[in-house]
């Protein structure tokens, strides 16, 4: 069996077409949305990332507002512009580019941004609205995979699905997504001992570590849905997921490709999570695409 390809950048491309009738919609009814996006230091790849949200904001018509604080500025700068922010009508969705430098403390700069802005889904009211069913921002990565995943036409209730990576931002909401949506969900993480044992009994396999070449032909039953979340650059420069794609697509029924997997559909969900803040500030509309995922009561 040769994997059917689940193309990311395809699937992201239409929908930020759509994005761009719903911010012509929100304009005509007076507001334009808008993402403020928030830099400390000068990390070469969070620029790069930084980059890519002003670009797609701007490929949708959104309005973006890019501020840049230098590596020395204080925790106490950092709140007081969010404090700006969460009061400036203009702004819809608030960004704190992660990591930040290490005398700020994260969880305050993440609990300062105003939950009804928080666009990342990283506050503790949204992660909480997760591990419930019910949150208003789902955090963009595992967003953007519950969307591939959809792409597939397969029902994930029931499926084992079997997470490799327990970050806050990647591996545990994709877990509790999939939960919800009635999955039977094994996590694993760099203390799990023999991997392939777990991940070998999985109809959907998420790769989230962030090591290339991790998931290999003999970890994976044939023909599961491979989900490669990873990017790593090798010293080649060339960019690599976490999975072995040419020897795991021999064996998968549907597969992730790096680049233009997973990667595009994450800016693309921050696009999302902010319009439907728009949205949500008018009193009309629902975002695109996941209705009736968090409706799902478990048993
Ligand atoms: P992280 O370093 O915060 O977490 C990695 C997780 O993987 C940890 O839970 C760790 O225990 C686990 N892990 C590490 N080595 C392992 C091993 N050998 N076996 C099993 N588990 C192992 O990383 P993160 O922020 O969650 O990102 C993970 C990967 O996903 C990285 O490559 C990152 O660049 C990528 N990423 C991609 C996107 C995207 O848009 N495609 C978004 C976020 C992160």
Redesign the pocket.
Known sequence: MTARIIDGKALAHSLRTQYRERVAQLKTQGVAPGLAVILVGDNPASKVYVGNKVKACEECGVASFHHSLPAEAGEADVLALIARLNADPTVHGILVQLPLPPHIDVRRVLEAIAVDKDVDGFHLYNVGGLVVGNTIFPP??PY?VQLLLETTGIDVAGKNAVI????????KPMALMLLQKEATVTI?????RD?AQHTILADILIA????PG?IVPQMVKQGAIVID????RLPDNRIV??VDFDGVKEKASWITP?PG???P???TMLIENTLKSAELRLGTGQGIGHQGWDSVTLP
């Open positions: 963009c990565t953007g490799v990576g327990a970050s806050n931002i990647v591996g694993c993480h760099a203390k799990t991997l989230a570590a962030g090591k991790l979340v990873g990017i790593n997921g976490d790096v997997g997973v990667g559909m994450t800016v």
